[in-house]
Each structure stands twice: as structure tokens, then as C-alpha cells.
């Protein structure tokens, strides 16, 4: 089949990174051109309600409400996906890889639950499905495992993968900003979900790990195969101690392999201050891999929002049009075939790769309670920390409250099983003398 003379592309969803492409297609014709080999047009956009994108600077006839104008459009070679949610996102990915088009999307949800499936299919069709913006904004991350970190064996991924959640928690440490003010702030600068609970409770930090998990260990990682924690209950006096102790508090995506399992967990957690992820504020993220010829390699960069996505999307735009211009077929095929997809894909929990339990997890822990200020307090606690093998590392009275005989203490301990604290945890909330585990976090260091 002879190259395609000009390039045209199917935009579906006009929102912050519809926007951002829509602007960046049309802004800059002459250097995509010159970058791809061929000219490139933005040929149709699929938008719910044209009276709201009225005032879009598109030309005229481009918006459609209808998306078999771009499915069924034969002269439509890359859909862009940038509506979000899995379906109708999911299916028109489906409708568009069969009919032969390649597909660049931002969205890690369809990617982390239905990846294997939609990889399969492009293969299939000998086209390419691009989605290196659906992890880290603008990082190139998900095309470095792919690419350039191939030939290592990957032992660990550490990062920190949601804008909106490092947003809150930055200005909720260094400004005493309340949680839902930031969140507020970081919805009105575009970077947080459509529905902000995924961000906040660390749902898109799981697609995002998930979908670097079944990369970078060449095993299908899903949503449900990552141990999951938000941040909705970390309070202000949780930022001063953690100050007080020389920590940070980042909501951490890990994934590791041990054994030949994958482990995955998002949480938020406390790093020391001189660790490379505490450093990581505001809307950056930043993904450290771990592999055994490179060692440990950074990527660092703003995580969400319209330019940084947009950087992303359009990178994959123009690779997907690069193949279409050399006709070398699909870029990508043998970065996803790095997960067999000549089998039915199986969930990586029935494969025995990977599970949600962290019960062996085995880390340094923050215990912050709420105690009767009286004698003999902190004998019961450590006798129940004692039973359960965890020894303390350091012990802070903080906050008494004279008129309710209560006071706070703050513990931290040892290297200690993530089973045995959970039973302490329960074990300490059932003494008399304890109000409440008012919180408990992870120390990784
Ligand atoms: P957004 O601002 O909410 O935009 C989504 C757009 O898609 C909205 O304009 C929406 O229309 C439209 N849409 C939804 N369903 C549609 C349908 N069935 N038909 C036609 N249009 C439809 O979201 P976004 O921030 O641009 O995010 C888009 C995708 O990129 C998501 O998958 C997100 O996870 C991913 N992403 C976002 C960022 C970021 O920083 N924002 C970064 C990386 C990845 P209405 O306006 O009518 O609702
Ligand atoms: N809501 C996401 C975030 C957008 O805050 O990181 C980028 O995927």
C-alpha cells in the first residue's frame, strides 16, 4: 500500500488535552509536516455538545457529535483518544484498531484494564496503539521501557505518578494549605481527573503503575493486582511530625518483582528528606526504574496538565504518522509483544504473577495514636508492639490535651511485617488506654 499524501487525524474529546492538541495540530502545520515527511491534518473532532466548543478555533465542519464520522472515515489514518473514562473510549478504540487506524490515547483506565486486549488487536491489524500519555504527563516513560531500558532486567519501579496528589500534599506540607483547597487548585489548573476520587484515593496512580508493572516486568498487571491507599487521611499534624522526623509525605506507586511475582502498591508514605522522590514537588512526578544494566535511572518532569499531555500525545501522533509515511509497519509491535499476546491474556493474580496482599511487606512504620495521658501507657503499647515482634525506633508525646487527659504519640518503628503490624494495629485499638491508631504510614526509605 503506498504512503498516504497527507496525514489526517480523528480527535476524539476536545477538554484540557483535546484542547492542547487541537491547538498544537493546527498551530504548527509546516513543522509536524517537516518532522513527519508529510503534511498532516486535523480532520474531524468528536465533541458531546457543539454549542460548548461554539467559540473553539477549529475550522468550520471539523466538530462532529457523531463518531462514525471518524470510524467510518476511511481517510482518517491516527485516532486520537482524549475523552477518558472506559467506554464509549474503550469500544471506538476497539472499532478504530480493527478498521485499520492507528490509536494514540491518554487513558491510562481503558489502558490498564482492557491494554492486552486492545495491544492484541492492533498486532493484529498491523497498526499501531500508542499511549505514552497515560503515565507522567509529559515524561517519556512509557516508551523508555519499551525502547531504550529493553535490555534490562527490571527490579524495581518507585515513583511518584499522580500531579493532582503531589499538588495537594506539596502545598498541604509547605504552605498549611487544607486539603480540599489544593485540590481545588489543582482541578482549575487541569490536571485532575474528571472525577477527582481517582486521584485522591490513588485509582489513576494504580492504572499508572499497573501499566508500567506489565511493561516493565512483561506481566499483565491490572488495576485490581495493586495494593491501594489515598491520601484522604493524612491531617496537618501528620506534615509537622513527619517534618520533625526528616521525612516527606509522597504518595508512592511502587512495583518490584520478587520471586517471579509482581508486587505492586500505591500509598502515601514518608522518604527521607535527602531521598531523590522527596525532592519531587508540585505537579512533577518522576519515575525512578531500577534495572540490572542501567542501575537506577530518574525521570523527572510535570505529570499532568494540557502542555505537558499534549507533548506526549503529539510525540506519539507523529510516530504513529512516521510509520504510515516509511510504511514500516507498527512501531511498536515488538515493545507490546514483550507480554505474550499469542495466548488469551490471564489476569496476573491467576497467573500467580502479582496480587493486591502486601502482607510480607516488610518496611519501617509511622504509628500515630490517641492515648489517655495516665501512667503506664506506653507499657501496655509496647507490650503489644512487643507481642507482634515490632520494636520502636522512636517515641514523641505530642499535643496533650489537658482538659480531655489525652495526648499524642507518635512512634515509629524498626523494619517491621505489614501482617504483624495490621494485628498490632488492632490489637493497640482495642486497649482501654487508647482513643484511637489515629494513622498509620509507611517509612520507605
Ligand atoms: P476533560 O478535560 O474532562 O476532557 C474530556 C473531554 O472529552 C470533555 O470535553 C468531554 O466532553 C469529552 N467527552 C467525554 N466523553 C465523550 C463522548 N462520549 N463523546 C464526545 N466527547 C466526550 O479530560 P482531560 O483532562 O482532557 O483528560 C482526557 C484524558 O486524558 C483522560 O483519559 C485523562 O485521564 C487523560 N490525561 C489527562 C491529563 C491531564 O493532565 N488532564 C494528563 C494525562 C492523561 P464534555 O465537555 O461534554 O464533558
Ligand atoms: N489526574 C492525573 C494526575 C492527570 O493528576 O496526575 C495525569 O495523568
Redesign the pocket.
Known amino acids: 500500500m503506498a504512503s498516504p499524501a497527507l496525514i489526517n487525524v480523528g480527535l476524539?474529546?476536545?477538554?484540557?488535552?483535546?484542547?492542547g492538541v487541537a491547538t498544537s495540530l493546527l498551530g504548527q502545520p509546516n513543522a509536524l509536516a517537516r518532522k513527519i515527511g508529510c503534511p498532516i491534518s486535523l480532520k474531524k473532532v468528536?465533541?458531546?455538545?457543539l454549542a460548548?466548543h461554539g467559540q473553539a478555533n477549529l475550522p468550520a465542519g471539523v466538530l462532529t457529535?457523531n463518531?462514525e464520522e471518524i470510524l467510518d472515515d476511511s481517510d482518517i489514518h491516527v485516532v486520537v483518544e482524549?475523552?477518558?473514562?472506559t467506554e464509549?473510549?474503550a469500544g471506538y478504540m476497539k472499532q478504530a484498531l480493527s478498521s485499520g487506524k492507528h490509536v494514540v490515547?491518554?487513558?491510562?483506565?481503558?489502558m490498564s484494564k482492557h491494554g492486552p486486549e486492545l495491544i492484541s488487536l492492533a498486532n493484529r491489524n498491523g497498526v499501531n496503539l500508542l499511549y505514552e500519555?497515560?503515565v507522567g504527563?509529559g515524561i517519556p516513560i512509557v516508551g523508555s521501557l519499551m525502547g531504550d531500558l529493553a535490555a534490562n532486567n527490571v527490579q524495581s519501579i518507585r515513583s511518584i505518578i499522580n500531579?493532582t496528589t503531589n499538588y495537594i500534599l506539596t502545598r498541604m506540607a509547605h504552605d498549611g494549605a487544607d486539603f480540599d483547597q489544593a485540590l481545588r487548585e489543582a482541578q482549575q489548573r487541569?490536571?485532575?481527573?474528571?472525577d477527582p476520587t481517582n486521584d485522591v484515593e490513588g485509582i489513576?496512580a494504580a492504572y499508572k503503575i499497573s501499566i508500567l508493572a506489565s511493561l516493565a516486568f512483561h506481566k499483565i498487571v491490572g488495576p485490581d493486582d495493586v495494593f491501594r491507599q489515598g491520601i484522604s487521611n493524612l491531617e496537618p499534624q501528620d506534615f509537622r511530625y513527619a517534618l520533625e522526623l526528616g521525612y516527606a509525605i509522597k504518595s508512592l506507586a511502587i512495583a518490584t518483582l520478587n520471586d517471579g511475582q509482581v508486587k505492586a502498591r500505591v500509598y502515601p508514605a514518608m522518604l527521607p528528606f535527602d531521598h531523590m522522590l522527596a525532592k519531587v514537588d508540585g505537579v512533577y512526578n518522576a519515575v525512578e526504574v531500577e534495572g540490572d544494566l542501567c542501575g537506577k535511572v530518574l525521570f523527572h518532569g510535570m505529570?499532568?496538565?494540557?502542555e505537558?499531555?499534549t507533548s506526549?500525545v503529539l510525540g506519539d501522533v507523529i510516530e504513529a504518522s512516521r510509520s504510515l509515511v516509511s510504511r514500516a509497519g507498527p512501531t511498536h509491535q515488538d515493545h507490546s509483544s514483550n507480554i505474550d499476546l499469542t495466548e488469551p491474556p490471564t489476569r496476573a493474580d491467576e497467573s500467580g504473577s502479582g496480587d493486591s496482599n502486601i502482607d510480607d511487606l516488610i518496611c519501617k512504620y509511622y504509628l500515630r495514636l490517641n492515648v489517655l495521658d495516665r501512667p503506664g501507657v506506653f507499657a501496655q503499647i509496647g507490650h503489644v508492639l512487643g507481642d507482634g515482634e515490632i520494636s520502636i525506633a522512636s517515641v514523641l508525646q505530642k499535643d496533650t490535651n489537658q482538659s480531655e487527659q489525652t495526648a499524642e504519640i507518635v512512634i515509629t518503628t524498626h523494619p517491621a511485617v505489614e501482617s504483624s503490624v495490621q494485628a498490632s494495629i488492632q490489637a493497640l485499638n482495642a486497649l482501654e488506654v487508647v482513643r484511637d491508631v489515629s494513622n498509620v504510614l509507611r517509612i520507605e526509605e
Open positions: 476524539m474529546g476536545m477538554g484540557v488535552v483535546g484542547g468528536l465533541v458531546r455538545d460548548k457529535t463518531p482524549v475523552m477518558g473514562g464509549p473510549a490515547t491518554a487513558n491510562k483506565e481503558v500519555a497515560s504527563g500531579g487541569g490536571y485532575a481527573e474528571s489513576d505529570g499532568a496538565g494540557r505537558p499531555t506526549a
